[in-house]
Every structure is written in structure tokens, then in C-alpha cells.
């Protein structure tokens, strides 16, 4: 049983604080963190200061989206005078592969397109063909609103993509409008996950953010919808992502509480993790009727495994997801740097990682600015 977090045990005390977020205009990071030097006498495999390895690689392919999830991308933030990257700070996709393929010299197994929302990006499919010439064993995933994806599919699937990921925050059709505070109705995507199966992409992985007040009271209907499907949900909890999202420890439901809920309706026991270092906590059904997951990075925090790294859509690499700043290789790739310096300048991030954010979120660390997660992909 992981350590319970400061924010779990300030919570359990009764002390729950919760705080006014006015709301700040998120920070697209401009001053990015000076490349450190590379530690030859390392070796390999590449680990950071805690021994953690890299073993994923989540790249956000574009900072647009066509929802404003309320907990990611607030319209009264996200509005028309939001400035959005200009298309020249972009990394294209040949940028894209060619930082995939460095990274998968370390050995990577894993890479999740994301963003905001990447079936925005034009020609995303063209991107995943490319990434899967390139890399022909690599696990290549994706994470969605479902909003494009009924229409994309079958493309999606040809062009080489491994499984995909929807979120889905309800199935009462009000609260998820809500939710994604752009009006999109539960059915349509609900349509995108049967189109996902049925293009070969299943068992389709639904994510929940789970928000008191807002959508738990939808947790056994949206538990129960997808028993036996052979989908599987996982309920995240509520995250100070960014510095936008109002978060305050109070709207959380910790993971406990959901399995607890769950359990009174479908008993369910502890299941193994597929990988050390997996996100998310299995559980299974005790009726044979698959699994569920919970995601927990306020109250059970899992930063002793994390073995992921973020490219943000204009091309810095974040250590974490809760991180200020960023390293800038993009000016490292348009600056004409071949890919052993680049391969240097990765390890040498990586090798002075010392983050693990959700073991020691507190209030004050809870208020900092960081940077927003539809710029570096969740
Ligand atoms: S808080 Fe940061 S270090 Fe911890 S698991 Fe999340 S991304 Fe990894």
C-alpha cells in the first residue's frame, strides 16, 4: 500500500484546505531550465537520481482542444483571447519521429500521443504511420475526448496505432455537457468507443476524473456500463494540474472511497499490475466481469515508479507532470545539434531528475504555477 501523501494526511486530519484560485492566465513557459551536464560515469540503463528508468514517453501533439473539460482547460481561461501556439513553434512531425527515435535508444516501450485534444492535429494519422515505420515494435497509444473519433478509427488502426484511451466523465448526458463544458453529448462518444472496438482497438481504456459533488455520485453507473465489456474504466482522481482547474483538496474523492463504493455493488479484489511503474491500480471484478483501475496521485501517490517523460506540443521535455518548466530541445533540433548531442542532452535531464510531486504536494505546493497539463498531455 503506497505511503498516504501529506495531502491525504492534512485531509484526514479534518485540515481540509481548500483555497481561492482566482483564475490566472496559464503560463506557457518562455524561460525554459539550462540543459545539466552529462554525467559520463553513469552508464546505462539511464536513471534518474532516484533510480527510476524512462520508460514511457508522452508527447502532446497539439495545445487545442474542442472541449473545456472543467478540470483541464476552464473556458473562462481557454477563451477567445487565448493565445494558442503559433503553427512555426509547433513540432512537426518529422521533429516528432526524430525525437521518438532518440528516445527509443533509451529503451522506451511506450509512447501516448495526447495534447489537448490530438485527433485535432492535422494528419495525426500520417504522424502515427510514421512513428510506427519508424519504431515497428514500440506500444503506440492515444488519448482522446472521442469527439473525432467514430470518423477516425478505422485510420487510426491502419496507420499502425496499438489501443486508445476515451475519456469519458459521465454517462448522465447533463453532467458530462457540463463536464466538457462545450454542450458534447455522451452518446457520441459512446458511438467512438464501439467504433474503436470494432476498427480492432479494444479493449478501449475509459478515463474518469472523478470530482466531488460534480460526477461521483455517476461512479457504479459508469462502473456498471462497461462490466463485462471487456472495456475498462479508470477513475482518476481529481489532480491541481496546472494553475487553472480550481482545484482544492475537498473536491476529491480518493481512490479508496471510489474502490469502497464499487466493491458495496460488484465485489472486487486487488489485481496485478502489468508493469512496475503502471499508473494505474487494478482491480477485478469477482464475478469474471473484467476490471477497473483507479488512478491515484493526490492521496496514494506513485511517484517511486514513475518512469515517464512529457514533450510539450513545442517541443520541451517535462519530468513531471506537475512540473514549472521544461527543457528546450526543439532549439536543440532547429539548431542543428546531430542526435548523439540530443541523446546527451536527454540523458542529462534525466539523470538529474529528482521529481516526485505527489509525495510532497501540500497547500503551498498545490498553488505554484505550473504548467498546464493540455500543454504537455495528461
Ligand atoms: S507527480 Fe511527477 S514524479 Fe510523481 S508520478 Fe506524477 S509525473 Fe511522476
Request: glycine letters at 8%.
Amino acid at each position: 500500500m503506497a505511503a498516504i501523501t501529506p495531502a491525504a494526511a492534512e485531509f484526514a486530519t479534518g485540515r481540509c484546505y481548500s483555497f481561492p484560485v482566482e483564475k490566472v492566465i496559464p503560463i506557457v513557459p518562455q524561460n525554459r531550465l539550462a540543459i545539466p551536464p552529462l554525467r559520463q560515469d553513469a552508464g546505462l540503463p539511464l536513471a534518474d537520481t532516484l533510480g527510476r528508468g524512462l520508460r514511457d514517453l508522452r508527447i502532446s501533439v497539439t495545445d487545442r482542444c474542442n472541449f473545456r473539460c472543467t478540470y483541464c482547460m476552464p473556458k473562462e481561461v481557454f477563451n477567445d483571447d487565448y493565445e494558442y501556439l503559433p503553427q512555426t513553434e509547433i513540432l512537426t512531425f518529422e521533429e516528432i519521429v526524430r525525437l521518438s527515435r532518440i528516445f527509443a535508444s533509451f529503451g522506451i516501450q511506450k509512447i501516448r500521443l495526447t495534447g489537448g485534444e490530438p485527433l485535432m492535429r492535422k494528419g495525426v494519422e500520417s504522424l502515427i504511420a510514421q512513428l510506427r515505420a519508424a519504431l515497428p515494435t514500440i506500444d503506440i497509444t492515444l488519448t482522446t475526448n472521442g469527439s473525432a473519433l467514430k470518423a477516425k478509427a478505422r485510420a487510426l488502426k491502419d496507420a499502425g496505432l496499438s489501443r486508445i484511451t476515451v475519456s469519458l466523465d459521465s454517462l448522465d448526458d447533463a453532467t458530462f455537457r457540463a463536464m466538457n463544458d462545450v454542450d458534447f453529448p455522451v452518446g457520441k462518444v459512446l458511438e467512438s468507443i464501439d467504433a474503436a472496438r470494432d476498427a480492432g482497438l479494444g479493449p478501449v481504456k475509459v478515463n474518469m476524473v472523478v470530482k466531488r459533488g460534480a460526477n461521483d455520485h455517476h461512479i457504479i453507473d459508469m462502473a456498471r456500463h462497461f462490466k463485462g465489456t471487456g472495456h475498462i474504466v479508470r477513475f482518476i482522481e481529481f489532480m491541481d494540474v496546472g494553475s487553472t482547474n480550481g482545484w482544492r483538496m475537498d473536491d476529491v474523492i480518493p481512490s479508496r472511497e471510489v474502490v469502497h463504493r464499487i466493491h458495496e455493488a460488484f465485489p472486487c479484489e486487488p489485481w496485478n499490475a502489468h508493469y512496475k511503474g503502471e499508473v494505474a491500480k487494478r482491480w477485478r471484478y469477482l464475478d469474471g466481469g473484467g476490471e477497473f483501475g483507479v488512478i491515484s496521485s493526490v492521496t496514494e501517490a506513485f511517484c517511486s515508479t514513475c518512469n515517464r517523460a512529457r514533450l510539450s506540443t513545442d517541443g520541451a521535455l517535462y519530468t513531471c507532470l506537475f512540473a514549472q518548466q521544461g527543457f528546450d530541445l526543439k532549439s536543440l533540433l532547429r539548431g542543428g545539434q546531430d542526435d548523439v548531442s540530443i541523446r546527451d542532452a536527454i540523458a542529462a535531464v534525466w539523470q538529474h531528475r529528482t521529481d516526485r510531486y505527489s509525495e510532497i504536494r501540500t497547500a503551498e505546493t498545490a498553488k505554484a504555477r505550473k504548467v498546464e497539463m493540455s500543454f504537455i498531455g495528461g
